[in-house]
């Protein structure tokens, strides 16, 4: 049965956010999708299934995304088959510099 408009039909893609107030930290993953309030505390986000920020294909959120930049989330999750496909060069260090900048 198709869903009433609204309701959240699509997978969820997913950015690190601080939702924490005063200092605090509390990490969530955050739908970036417009119209989409959807968010879940990254200690909850194990197993669910989300978008790929890279090439937008179905993922499983796994322990090593949980644990990838130095024991932190991955700001953006993308999949096994695009962290392998990352390559070296120029445009991607820029892109990662320039992401990095935003606050
Ligand atoms: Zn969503
Ligand atoms: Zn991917």
């Avoid at 955050?30 to 200690?43: D, F, L, M, R």
């Avoid at 890279?54 to 932190?72: A, E, Q």
């Amino acid at each position: 049965m198709p869903r009433k408009s609204g309701a959240a039909n699509h997978i969820h893609r997913y950015k690190k956010v601080n939702l924490g107030e005063n200092g605090k930290e509390f990490f969530v993953y955050k739908c970036v999708k417009p119209a989409c309030s959807h968010y879940i505390p990254i200690n909850l986000a194990e197993g669910k299934l989300c978008e790929c920020n890279r090439c937008f294909n179905p993922m499983v959120i796994t322990k090593d995304i949980l644990v990838h930049s130095g024991k932190k989330p991955m700001t953006k999750p993308h999949c096994a088959d695009c962290i392998k496909r990352r390559k070296p060069d120029a445009l991607v260090a820029i892109a990662a510099f320039l992401e990095g900048n935003k606050t």
